[in-house]
């Protein structure tokens, strides 16, 4: 009599799992013609892009967002994986999926012409489409020098008066990578202990924190990426953070020498890409000047088109010179300085 | 003749019945391997090298993260057993104004997931938030320098709102415990003159003990893997080594290995607490249906003490964090209107009642197995199956990931093979996967609810059954169902929340253009824009409420239904058991 009652439960859940199957189950037999994006950005940000695209060439986007494990499903899924690009906000993910070997290179002149070559990989397997500034947010009323450089922040003058968000962030690390191409390793930590002891707290929150931290007095200066400032200068809903980014100015550190660290947001085509032309399709569009140009009105980060205008409120922060340092090299230093990041102990804040 | 007959039909039957037993147990090894394949995939992935990371890893990281992982545990233990079993021991046995609201209130808190209380409280607490301005305003200070505040983005902050979130699993199986302590047990220590202390630590609690691990087990296993919470507050615990490692450090390999460690321990410590009780076993008699339990009558201070004690953490865990979202989702009332929200609230609904009923489903299946077939195998058995509750979320996601899309890839060239056509991955495209993910990782919770259900009925009643003819089948029909339906439901409501709420797994493992209300919530603070956040997670907090009020309420009528005078089998209720059977 048992094995009754267990079939049943098994033809149930059974059942479930096709109702499941049956609800959620979008066949791709369409004729509509379609692009599938794997994305590590989020899809508000690419939404503008993506309905632009449509709009361009009748082609339709279909998204999946997560914030880790994508390449690694591109990976699982092997032959039949529907993904035909993968869209990530820094160069550590870029290299990790081409790592994993998901990728395909595209050696395509339009998109080369485009985009410079520091922001590309030489073998074609990934490109930069925007470039985000790590620059210095300070406070208007305590703060009154107006030229800044990353160097400097280990100056004991600074003692107790930087914030920012986690060390083992990939936008720190980032920052930490360059400054190791620049400075080499030992130079680096010796840095990096110097700031965590100029930190006015421990490294916590995002990049909005730090200013809000700015705008309460816990500290006079922060890192963050510039595209929060126009987030903030615009938001309309909490007009209270309308106030925090009143209370501080943005600085462009290392103007006068080697530039701002930048980091990209960037695109790899994948290697079994269904809908590869398409997709060669919407990697060509991301990077015209019509594209570029959205990136820069709506989102507030630097186009990477030469040329190519960044929106006036942008340009209203003052001018960047980005540092022109291969990203990829950034990239491969960014373990190194993950490491150093513990070994200072940066995220436990001030040792003294 | 008719004797031949007989004879031939009970062979018959025997060999039926034997048939059964042995699909029965097939169905939990082959449920058992499907419920693990994930967690052996995690430990696939850990073979291997995982460079120099672990000369790193060792100098440099897991002293610290270890000991954050520690003291972590250590606080939210402490809270979780002070408010879970304080307030489950005044509920039951106190009467003072307002316990069964509290009843109900009590459980709130599980409707809420935990990286939104953690939002919640940093907005509260931090400078901008209510309570500083509040205090700028009334004591004349212009900035943070003027004054001293607790910073909320802290270990103390981290183990302040895991012990507000996590309680109720520990109120909710020490509340189940003390309900289904017979009055009798009670009643003599009673009448052997024990004072209401020495009643709660000489008699009840270690009669609730197995209850409390277990509910206490889930609640650490969930602080254990918390990601969202611990990075909101700042605290380095394991699981973020382990998220570093994979992403930072560039080794998933690395990353499985630490998961595995972090499982072994886990393992570890739940097997010392069955074996320092190994030779105990709990049945709860049914003897006592006829008695209500005489509680103690709160009077004066004592009674204001109780109320405060049980508001507390409902405001806590529940009141100050819902009210924060509420008015921050007015301020986007307009939002209410968008159908994105209305379909991905209809995507968490259709999901988490599918997730929830399959994990009913396997964990009824194995916890039967036991049942009828007890001994080392069964045991092992369910244990195994719910070890996926001790996987950091996205490690398992990923663990999950690999065999379905083998399995997917499989499917999808045998029907290009044999029928031509291409179908592309059809699990994985479907959401199949996603209902897959969450019994994996959510067995834990149906199981030992089901096993503990199981637990507390007597085997007498077993016996009893059989020896008045009953079939195996008639003895489940009439017997386990009727007994067990509460904790059925109770396993099921709270399978249904964890559903609602899970996350990682969701976010990787879906299909194209799906949004849960989940990964809504999510997508807007990644854009680090909390204020959207607000809406969808008012939804899962409303969403979650109605199992959550349900729930108690499962449990209040089971508690009704003991203390009143209905009995389930008239023939079987005269039944005598010993309450506690030490050495079986």
Redesign the interface.
Known sequence: MPITFDRLKTTVAFGLAAMSAGIFYHTSASAQEEVNIYSYRAPELIKPLLDAFQKETGIKSNVVFASKGLAERIKAEGENSPADVLLTVDIGRLQGAEELGVTQPLNDPEINKHIPANLRDPDGNWFGLTTRARVIYASRDRVKQDKVTYEELADPKWKGRICTRSGQHVYSIGLIASMIAHHGEDETKKWLEAVRDNLARKPTGNDRAQVKAIFAGECDIALGNTYYMGKMQTNEKDPEQKEWAASVRILFPNSDDRGSHVNISGVALAKYAPHKENAIKLMEFLASPEAQSIYAAQNFEYPVLPGAKASERVQSWGNLKPDTVAIDQIGDLRKKASQLVDIVGFDNGPAN | MLNTICCRVSLLLSA?HH???R??AL?SILLTVIAVLPVLTVIYLAIGSAGDNWH?LLS??LP?SVWATLQLLAGTSILILVIGVGCAWLVTMCRFPGRRLFDIALLLPLAVPTYIIAFSY?ELF???GVIQSTLRAVMGF????DYWFP?V??MGGAIFVMGFVLYPYVYLSARASFIAQSACTLDVSRTLGASPLRLFFRVALPLARPAIAVGASLALMECLNDIGAVTF??V?TLSFTV??T?????S?TGAAQIACVMLFVVLALIWLENHARRQQRFYQSNTSAGKALQGYTLRGVHKWLAMGFCALPILLGFGLPAILLLSRAI??HEGLFNPALWQAAQ?SL??AI?GA??AI??A??LS?YRR?NPGPLSQFLGRLASIGYAVPG?IL??GI??P???L??SL??FFKLNFGIST???L?????A??YAYVVRFLAVTYGQLDSGFGKISPSLDMAAQTLGQ????I?RRVHVPLLSPVVSSACLLAFVECMKELPAT????????ESLA?TV??AT????Y?DAAMPALFIVLVGIIPVVMLARTTIRNYRDKTSSRSLMPSLATTRNPQMAQGQ
Request: hydrophobic fraction near 45%; charged fraction near 20%; charge should be positive.
């Open positions: 039926f048939r059964g037993e699909a029965i169905l790193h440099s990281v610290q940093v931090d400078y901008t212009k900035t943070s320098r910073e983005r802290s507050f700042g380095k998220y570093d994979w992403l930072n450090r560039s998933l301020r986007r995507n259709v999901l599918i009923s399959c489903f396997v009824l299946a039967y009828t996205t996601a990923v990931l690999f379905v899309a083998a997917d890839n999808a060239n592309g991955l059809i994985l495209g479907s959401g199949t996603l209902v079939s195996r089948f008639g489940f976010l990787l493992l879906r299909p194209f253009n799906f990964t999510y997508t990644a854009r680090e824009a204020e």
